[in-house]
């Protein structure tokens, strides 16, 4: 079934720089689109960035587009996501997710995440 | 983007009660509608995909059913785990999750 592991996360000040890597363990990431999701305290779930399996396409909510890259490593088996000029509504719980295979069509609609991380937290406070 | 829009806000029931969860999309997305489930201090895990599929793992109380653009998740009898909140979500315009049921004791 194999295992999400989110890190990088931690304080920062507004206007300041995290990168955050999500690794795989016990599959092959790059089979997988992998998407990042976000909570911030108390909240429901905002979903932030996606990337393809194969890296080619990447998707961005409109909140963190210009901001945030996310990225993928196929050497370690992980994705990144680099977040720049973080601001306070950023603080939150981040969670990398990983795509469900999909097969028989409409799988751009069909993108349902299986398997999660536990998450790492950002704050972004002065 | 659409819109998803979870009902009620908050579920107040005891073990062994049905729960009945609502989710309304602002425009039609046929079938393509999952519901995750989010314990205390857990990560969401994915119950139901395509609207009535249940997950790898998701035992047969739960059920999902609907389409277009109203959906149920339907638990037939709540397990003490089950207390949790639901999220509902769709990749058909934007990608959106719905504000969450939160099913409290």
């Known amino acids: 079934e194999g295992q999400l592991l989110e890190s990088g996360g931690g304080l920062v000040q507004p206007g300041g720089s995290l990168r955050l890597s999500c690794a795989a363990t016990?599959?092959?990431?790059?089979?997988?689109?992998i998407s990042w999701v976000r909570q911030a305290p108390g909240k429901g779930l905002d979903w932030v960035s996606g990337?393809?399996?194969?890296?080619?396409?990447?998707y961005y909510a409109d909140s963190v587009k210009g901001r945030f890259t996310i990225s993928r490593d196929k050497s370690k088996n992980s994705v990144s996501l680099q977040m720049n000029n973080l601001r306070r509504e950023d603080a939150a719980v981040y969670y990398c997710?990983?795509?469900?295979?999909?097969?028989?069509?409409?799988?751009?609609?069909?993108?349902?995440?299986?398997?999660w991380g536990r998450g790492t937290l950002v704050a972004v406070s002065s | 983007e659409i819109v998803l829009t979870q009902s009620p806000a908050t579920l107040s029931l005891s073990p062994g009660e049905r729960a009945t969860l609502s989710c309304r999309a602002s425009?039609?997305?046929?079938?393509?509608l999952a519901w995750y489930q989010q314990r205390p201090g857990q990560a969401p895990r994915l119950l139901i995909y395509?609207?009535?599929n249940r997950a790898t793992g998701v035992p047969a109380r739960f059920s999902g059913s609907g389409s277009g653009t109203d959906f149920t998740l339907t638990i037939s009898s709540l397990e003490p785990e089950d207390f949790a909140v639901y999220y509902c979500?769709?990749?058909?315009?934007?990608?959106?999750f719905g504000g969450g049921t939160k099913v409290e004791i």
């Open positions: 997710a990983r795509v469900a295979p999909c097969s028989g069509g409409s799988c751009y609609r069909r993108y349902y995440f299986d398997q």
């Open positions: 016990g599959f092959l990431s790059s089979n997988y689109a």
């Open positions: 990337i393809s399996g194969s890296g080619g396409t990447t």
């Open positions: 425009q039609s997305i046929s079938d393509y």
């Open positions: 395509d609207a009535s």
């Open positions: 979500q769709q990749r058909t315009n934007g990608l959106t």
